[in-house]
């Protein structure tokens, strides 16, 4: 692999830091070395971006390239082969990539088919981020259920089961279904699921490997089973009330408010196209979500960049970058914490912070070139149109170009 000298303006670190005039040394997919010399090291390609902003390639941890992000039921799925999704998976890590997304996790999906678009990328077969998958969702029986994309367990030493089943399929972090969903027909959101034991089970299990665990949680109970659980990541979580941050703070468990998912389906709420059990869960539940994550923020609780595309209205790309924009906006963050949001703590969430997130020495050189003129921390709104990433580099290798 050709090593690449990368002259930029400004360094968006990932870490809430920046540097400014720097060289980049890109050696076998790595950064070798961050510097403010500018001579070139000879037989290296200078790539001269002097004028330009980079930051980390962005990590989207919740998406499902099993369903197709622009339509309006969730259900749709049901009516497709798994050829037929898999094939259409690689169309959305496509997307993704175009994006500026460069890792992503898929937080569930039906039969082998996450895998085999992850197989499909690693293999070169097709252009798209790093993916991880968790495989099915691990569920209550008559829980939440993930159409077809559940391993259903009752009692710790059942959950245990599934989790290393999950994990023996090779999955990269753990699912799981602490309450019932918008998305399920058959239960309520703030109903929970999982006790605290079962959580605790699998987490337990996912530990051992070096596996994280997210619990998809609405609701107080659910909420406080998760973190007291010890399970990394808590998905949505809405509304976050006082009770789960003060013991999310003290666990530390990462939030992930999945903003966009909600934002773009309560804009088309009257169109008639949503299910209607969905559109009266999320009209009970949207008004409860800024006040938490606003809290949540205020406390100092890692947030963490997932969207859940793949779901009604969320499609894959734009909406990953969107979802920065809805923490700034939303949530009061500064326009640098959704970035990190979105890289190194994301990163963490996945448990592939030693290699990925940051623009460090040692990392995997996962870069995103911006469009001239445009600085993230003044206009993050315009990345969610793909042409203002003008090139997206992928472990050294420049992958999409503008
Ligand atoms: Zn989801």
């Given amino acids: 692999m050709k090593e690449i000298l990368l002259k930029a303006g400004t360094v968006i670190i990932g870490d809430g830091s920046v540097e400014n005039d720097v060289s980049i040394l890109i050696q076998g997919g790595k950064i070798a070395k961050i510097s403010s010399e500018t001579a070139s090291v000879s037989g290296s390609e200078v790539l001269d971006f002097s004028d330009r902003v980079i930051l980390p390639g962005i990590i989207d941890t919740h998406v499902h390239v099993c369903h197709d992000g622009t339509n309006p039921d969730p259900a749709e799925i049901k009516k497709h082969s798994d050829e037929y999704l898999a094939i259409r998976g690689a169309k959305f890590a496509e997307q993704l990539l175009n994006a500026g997304v460069t890792t992503a996790g898929d937080a569930a999906g039906r039969s082998e088919v996450p895998f085999a678009v992850r197989s499909a990328i690693k ?14 969702m691990i569920t209550i029986s008559a829980g939440r259920g993930a159409y077809g994309g559940s391993n259903e367990a009752n009692g710790p030493d059942d959950v245990r089961r599934a989790t290393r089943e999950e994990l023996g399929r090779g999955a990269d972090f753990i699912k799981l279904a602490a309450t019932g969903a918008i998305s399920s027909e058959s239960t309520e959101s703030f109903t929970t699921q999982f006790n605290q034991d079962e959580l605790q089970a699998a987490t337990e299990e996912a530990h051992k490997l070096g596996k994280k665990t997210h619990a998809h949680a609405y609701g107080e109970p659910g909420g406080v089973n998760t973190v007291l659980a010890g399970v990394d990541v808590i998905v949505h979580g809405h509304p976050m009330t006082k009770k789960t941050i003060e013991l999310a703070k003290k666990h530390g468990t990462q939030f992930m408010p999945t903003l966009t998912t909600y ?21 009970e539940l949207f008004p409860l979500i800024e006040g938490g994550f606003r809290n949540a923020v205020k406390a100092g609780l890692e947030i963490v960049l997932g969207t859940d595309s793949g779901m009604p209205y969320t499609p894959f790309g734009p909406s990953s970058m969107e979802e920065m924009e809805l923490m700034v906006r939303l949530g009061g963050m500064s326009e640098m914490d959704a970035i990190v949001a979105g890289t190194k703590d994301a990163a963490k969430a996945l448990s592939i912070d030693k290699y990925v997130g940051t623009i460090e020495v040692g990392k995997s050189a996962d870069l995103l070139v911006l469009e001239s003129g445009l600085d993230p921390l003044k206009d993050l709104a315009r990345l969610q149109t793909p042409e203002s990433v003008e090139m997206v580099i992928l472990e050294g290798k420049p992958v999409i170009k503008r």
């Fill in 263 to 283: 934002y773009e389906s309560l804009q088309h709420h009257d169109e008639g196209q949503l299910p209607e059990y969905m559109v009266r869960k999320e009209k």
């Fill in 123 to 136: 293999e070169g077969y097709v252009n798209g981020p790093r993916l991880l998958v968790c495989g099915r």
